[in-house]
Each structure stands twice: as C-alpha cells, then as structure tokens.
C-alpha cells in the first residue's frame, strides 16, 4: 500500500529566507506526486503536481518540487518565504483506486510558521 | 468557476446523536470523495464515487458512516450514531473522471461531538 512521510512536523523560517519541506513517499508503480496547502479554517489548494517528464516542477505561489525517484523524495522549496506563506503543507501520492479513478494518500503535514 | 461546496461549516452534537453532511462539487465532475481529517492528522479517504457508484469504500467504518451520490451529483456523509473519535473535519473533494485529473476540495465541515 502507498505511504508519504513527512519528517517535518513544524518549521519555523524568517519572512525572506528560503524553505525546504521534506516528503518521502512508498509506492510500488511510477507516484503520482501532489502538494497541496491549507490555510487556517479553509480547505486543500492544489500548488503543485508531478506526473512524469521533467523532475523540476514549478507550482503556483512562487513554490517548485523536485522529484528524486531514487530516494523516494518529493520535496517542495521556495526561495524566498512571504508572511502570506504561513499554512500547513500537504504532501500526498496518488494511487489507481478502480477503473480510470485514483485516489490520493496524504502525509501528516508540515506547519509552516514565518517570522517577521 | 464555482468551486466544491459543503454544509454545514460547523456542527456540535452529543455523541450518540445523529449528522449529516452535504456536497455539491463541481459541476460536470464525475468523481466524488470523502476525507476525514483529524486535528494534527494529514485526510483520510474515506469514500470515492464515480457518478452515482461506490469505487473505494474500503476506510468508511460501515456501522456507523454513510453515503449516498444519488443522481450522481450532490453527495451526502451521515454518521449516527456519533463518537467522540468522530470530532474531525469532513472534507469533499471532486474532479473530472480520469487518472490525474485535478481534485479539487471543499472548504470542509467541522465536527465537534461532545
């Protein structure tokens, strides 16, 4: 069965430092790989996803992931972290759940707090 | 473009009692799905629909969870009766039929039972 870690449950950076938060996944087929975040009292934003071809994928906000298949990793970064920033991280894999479906299989989390 | 709406946002009961919630995704979206989130805890699929079908039920804990996607639309998650355990956000999600497709969530219903 598919699995994500996330190693990091809080990270705390200054506002204008870069970021890196770590995932590692489990999947026995070619991941389907996924970031999303969420804001206090909202729901997931989608800021990124990896389906195949280039490693590097860019997302929305500024956020990039690289995936690494040889250490099962798919870690977002961002080089410069803004206040607006601040939310929980979602790593998450997807998984064929029947037919032309799939279902996706989420991490614990990180929660990212920025410093003024 | 509209997004995923769910109802109610927030909900108290007593445990023991009875609640429902309601989803109405995006429209055009065959696919519909459950998630449960427990404080600290990443979603957990709880049910996945294609139209009016069951594809993954395999985490609804069956004693006590429902759902139904009648007409292949709206969607609706019943507990009863409810547990403490139960305290959670519920989440819906939908997108287009098809393997990496987009999901896209709803803002979510809180519960809290007592």
């Known amino acids: 069965a598919q699995s994500v870690t996330q190693p990091d449950i809080h990270i705390t950076v200054s506002e204008g430092a870069s970021l890196e938060l770590r995932c590692n996944y489990s999947?026995?087929?070619?991941?389907?790989l996924f970031w999303y975040v969420q804001s206090p009292g909202q729901g997931l934003q989608l800021l990124l996803k990896?389906?195949?071809?280039?490693?590097l994928v860019q997302g929305i906000k500024g956020f990039e992931a690289e995936f690494k298949r040889s250490q099962s990793s798919f870690n977002l970064r961002k080089p410069s972290v803004h206040w607006s920033d601040a939310a929980e991280y979602f790593c998450?894999?997807?998984?064929?759940?029947?037919?032309?479906?799939?279902?996706?299989?989420f991490g614990k989390g990180t929660l990212l707090t920025v410093n003024p | 473009e509209a997004g995923v709406a769910q109802s109610p946002r927030y909900k108290i009961i007593e445990k023991r009692q009875s609640v429902a919630f309601w989803c109405n995704p995006i429209?055009?979206?065959?696919?519909l799905y459950w998630y449960q989130q427990i404080l600290g805890q990443g979603p957990k699929l709880l049910i996945q629909?294609?139209?009016?079908?069951?594809?993954?039920d395999s985490q609804l804990p069956k004693d006590r969870f429902s759902a139904e996607r009648l007409k292949g639309v709206d969607s609706t998650l019943k507990i009863q009766p409810a547990k403490l355990e139960d305290s959670a956000v519920y989440l819906c999600?939908?997108?287009?039929?098809?393997?990496?497709?987009?999901?896209?969530f709803g803002e979510g219903s809180w519960l809290t039972v007592v």
């Open positions: 998450a894999v997807g998984a064929r759940s029947g037919g032309s479906n799939y279902k996706l299989t």
């Open positions: 999600a939908s997108s287009l039929a098809g393997y990496g497709n987009t999901i896209y």
């Open positions: 990896y389906f195949s071809g280039d490693t």
């Open positions: 999947y026995g087929a070619t991941p389907y």
């Open positions: 429209s055009g979206h065959a696919t």
């Open positions: 629909f294609q139209n009016n079908g069951v594809v993954d």
